[in-house]
């Protein structure tokens, strides 16, 4: 029933993953450096991160090929050092998603950083625990469901990216179309069934994954 749309199922759930991967590292990294740290133009680079929010897409996707475009400086280094180019591959929707996506995992997760009692850690480095031992065994204990329910909301966003992800990646069939861009070329072409097939898959798995995070903020509440 869903063999015409597999390939973009596959590919929008790689890309998600992908995107999410890297989030969870620079998004909690950003994120407890937000929450703890104290220096100069903090509250700058905090609005800086959360742009993507209030940003559109395509907005978004133009910065993006102002960096790594052919003519992009990021986009010359990665060529000329790597010979790498992210335009019109999946990589470069990844690119996309994990930019869109990123305000999704750092915000909650410098929330659950922040509650986290600092006199926990303190007493953890008297008892002779470095900082990568207390981040371990006493901040990300406490803040993990934070940074799980932010991160399910980022997958699930990034599995209905759109505009960045035409803008930098473009629609190439069993390459660069994702689900969220195969509607859009199904109802450009006609094809209200295809249409239908993708709009109902796209909404099943959003509907998973935010009853995920309701039940994750519940668990959290009880806690």
């Given at each position: 029933m869903?063999?015409?749309?597999?390939?973009?199922?596959?590919?929008?759930?790689?890309?998600?993953?992908?995107?999410?991967?890297?989030?969870?590292?620079?998004g909690v990294a950003v994120g407890w450096l937000l929450a703890r740290g104290r220096?100069?133009?903090?509250?700058?680079?905090d609005v800086v991160?959360?742009?993507?929010?209030?940003?559109?897409?395509?907005?978004?996707?133009?910065?993006?090929?102002?960096?790594?475009g052919r003519n992009g400086t990021l986009g010359q280094l990665l060529q000329e050092y790597f010979?790498?180019?992210?335009?019109?591959?999946?990589?470069?929707?990844?690119?996309?998603?994990?930019a869109v996506t990123f305000p999704l995992v750092c915000k909650p997760a410098r929330a659950a950083f922040e509650e986290v009692n600092p006199q926990l850690e303190q007493a953890a480095r008297v008892l002779g625990l470095g900082e990568w031992a207390v981040f371990l065994r006493v901040t990300l204990p406490l803040a993990w469901r934070g940074i799980l329910a932010g991160l399910l909301l980022a997958f699930a966003r990034a599995l209905g990216e759109f505009g960045a992800t035409l803008m930098i990646a473009g629609s190439i069939p069993n390459q660069t179309q994702t689900l969220s861009i195969a509607v859009y070329e199904a109802?450009?072409?006609?094809?209200d069934a295809l249409a239908t097939k993708l709009v109902l898959?796209?909404?099943?798995?959003?509907?998973?994954?935010?009853?995920?995070?309701?039940?994750?903020?519940?668990?959290?509440?009880?806690?």
């Open positions: 869903f063999q015409d749309v597999l390939p973009a199922l596959l590919l929008s759930l790689k890309v998600s993953f992908w995107a999410s991967g890297l989030n969870l590292v620079l220096f100069p133009g903090r509250n700058l680079l991160f959360t742009l993507p929010m209030v940003l559109p897409p395509t907005v978004m996707g133009y910065y993006l090929l102002v960096l790594f010979g790498i180019s992210l335009i019109f591959t999946w990589q470069g929707a990844v690119l996309a998603a994990t109802v450009q072409a006609g094809d898959l796209i909404s099943a798995v959003c509907v998973a994954v935010l009853w995920s995070v309701n039940h994750l903020a519940k668990a959290k509440d009880k806690a």
